[in-house]
């Protein structure tokens, strides 16, 4: 599947929009260049033909010493002279179209934005989806244990490398830190989605997004682990439907263990 980079998706379209800027300064000295190539062989044409047909021929040797098919007409002393320097113009424009154009749109971050534009299309068409924040420990477990339950799933990692191995998995990954900008959640479709699910391990972390994601979509479903019952209290207060506490599944696991040890004896 593929990635949303979150913060290359800025800095993509902006190079992107510079290279249009810049092709469109190209495009417009060449149309300068057209234009005084022809006034100035319209003027210097001393033969009998006219005006307009003096134009049309200027408009023509323009056109071939700018596309460069060099299908010209024949030129006086003075005329030469005159194509001479603009053809040291054409030069010019052509290095300054290189210089600035070639490199922007294979750079990575046009490639990421691209990437984005495609990952736009596919995640705005998602509804019904578990959001999982993170792909490590835990959240990279639940997001198996989803997946294998036939739900389909979006994870949110900051880690590029993280991110990177989600996405080579099968996962449609967001990548961005969640708790920096309310943009890499709504980016998730959490508006669309049946449930978040945050289990960073860091329960300060864990508050931050539960209020982030209640003040964006006060309907959702948001599942959080906490390490303790003091957490479990502060994020039901922050607006988490259901708070899964380590301490007590820890507990809870230990005693079953020795239930079957006990029955086996």
């Given amino acids: 599947m593929g990635i949303y980079r979150f913060?290359?998706?800025?800095?993509?379209?902006?190079?992107?929009?510079?290279?249009?800027?810049?092709?469109?300064?190209?495009?417009?000295?060449?149309?300068?260049?057209?234009?005084?190539?022809?006034?100035?062989?319209?003027?210097?044409?001393?033969?009998?033909?006219?005006?307009?047909?003096?134009?049309?021929?200027?408009?023509?040797?323009?056109?071939?010493?700018?596309?460069?098919?060099?299908?010209f007409s024949s030129f006086d002393e003075r005329q030469k002279l005159f194509m001479l320097g603009v053809m040291l113009g054409v030069m010019i424009t052509g290095a300054y179209a290189v210089s600035t154009l070639t490199g922007i749109l294979s750079s990575p971050e046009v490639a990421a934005y691209r990437e984005n534009r495609q990952m736009e299309r596919t995640l705005k068409n998602l509804s019904g989806h578990a959001v999982v924040l993170g792909f490590v420990g835990t959240s990279g477990s639940l997001a198996d244990q989803l997946r294998r339950a036939g739900h389909a799933v979006v994870i949110i990692e900051r880690d590029p490398a993280r991110?990177?191995?989600?996405?080579?998995?099968?996962?449609?990954?967001?990548?961005?830190?969640?708790?920096?900008?309310?943009?890499?959640?709504?980016?998730?479709?959490?508006?669309?989605?049946?449930?978040?699910?945050?289990?960073?391990?860091?329960?300060?972390?864990?508050?931050?997004?539960?209020?982030?994601?209640?003040?964006?979509?006060?309907?959702?479903?948001?599942?959080?682990?906490?390490?303790?019952?003091r957490w479990g209290e502060m994020l039901t207060r922050a607006g988490a439907s259901e708070v899964v506490i380590a301490d007590r599944?820890?507990?809870?696991?230990?005693?079953?263990?020795?239930?079957?040890?006990?029955a086996k004896a």
């Fill in 163 to 229: 991110a990177a191995l989600a996405a080579e998995q099968g996962y449609l990954v967001v990548e961005g830190d969640a708790a920096q900008s309310d943009g890499v959640l709504a980016g998730a479709r959490i508006d669309s989605a049946s449930a978040l699910f945050v289990a960073t391990g860091d329960d300060n972390r864990n508050l931050a997004l539960t209020l982030m994601a209640r003040s964006l979509q006060p309907a959702l479903r948001i599942v959080v682990t906490a390490t303790d019952q």
């Fill in 7 to 71: 913060v290359e998706h800025r800095e993509g379209e902006r190079r992107l929009r510079d290279w249009r800027h810049r092709g469109l300064r190209v495009v417009g000295l060449l149309g300068a260049i057209i234009a005084i190539c022809t006034a100035g062989l319209t003027l210097l044409d001393n033969s009998d033909q006219p005006f307009w047909h003096k134009v049309l021929i200027g408009l023509w040797n323009a056109v071939n010493l700018v596309t460069t098919l060099g299908d």
């Fill in 249 to 262: 599944l820890l507990a809870q696991a230990m005693l079953a263990h020795l239930d079957r040890a006990s």
